[in-house]
């Protein structure tokens, strides 16, 4: 059986909401920065709450945000 993997966009829907940092995210997300550098490289998955308030940030779905990776 393969890796299961969630990606996600937030590299870049920072980069494209005026250059927002992680840690303005972070701040607006009501989680530490370490947080967002660990879910942005993929070594950490959010849980569905805390994915949904990302997504907010953006005015985006959580679809939109992060991806899952079925390699089965």
């Known amino acids: ?3 299961d993997a969630i ?3 937030i590299r870049n829907l920072r980069f494209h909401h005026n250059e927002m940092t992680q840690q ?3 701040d607006q997300a009501g989680v ?3 947080t967002i550098v660990a879910i942005e490289k993929g070594n950490y998955s959010p849980s569905l709450e805390l994915a949904f308030r990302i ?3 953006f005015g985006k779905s ?3 945000v992060f991806q899952y990776e ?3």
Do not use: F, P, W, Y
């Open 7 to 9: 990606s996600n966009q």
């Open 62 to 64: 959580i679809e939109e």
């Open 24 to 26: 303005q995210l972070a």
């Open 70 to 72: 079925d390699n089965s």
């Open 55 to 57: 997504a907010r940030v």
């Open 32 to 34: 530490t920065r370490q």
């Open 1 to 3: 059986m393969g890796k």
